[in-house]
Nanobody, 125 residues
Framework: QVQLVESGGGAVQAGGSLRLSCAASGRSATTYALGWFRQAPGKEREFVAY????????YYADSVKGRFTISGDNAKNTVALQMNNLRPEDTAAYYC??????????????????WGQGTQVTVSS
């Protein structure tokens, strides 16, 4: 079992920045890699970013490349998502998710075994 707790959401104006954090705990936490998804009202949950546990390889959705940065701290079992130059279309509930540590299929939400409760990000124009 892995428990995930997100923090750091909030409301900002367009062009602003926010930093989300996710803390993983549980007996299997050290064997899982972490990623971020988001879900806007009326839309499907979509992939945002992923980082492998062993070599810190990072992957991003095209919509956030160059604006968002995912980073990890294996010693603390945490992952962060630095979000810069935020846009109104980034408004969504952001979810941390855990999956076995491999590269393929990282954008598929069905490949993730555990999810956090979500944190809201609201960007106003």
């Amino acid at each position: 079992q892995v428990q995930l707790v997100e923090s750091g959401g909030g409301a900002v104006q367009a062009g602003g920045s926010l930093r989300l954090s996710c803390a993983a705990s549980g007996r299997s936490a050290t064997t899982y890699a972490l990623g971020w998804f988001r879900q806007a009202p009326g839309k499907e949950r979509e992939f945002v970013a992923y980082i492998t546990r062993s070599s810190f390889l990072t992957y991003y959705a095209d919509s956030v490349k160059g604006r968002f940065t995912i980073s990890g701290d294996n010693a603390k079992n945490t992952v962060a998502l630095q979000m810069n130059n935020l846009r109104p279309e980034d408004t969504a509930a952001y979810y941390c998710a855990a999956r076995p540590n491999y590269v393929s299929d990282y954008g598929n939400r069905m490949s993730y075994n555990y999810w956090g409760q979500g944190t809201q990000v609201t960007v106003s124009s």
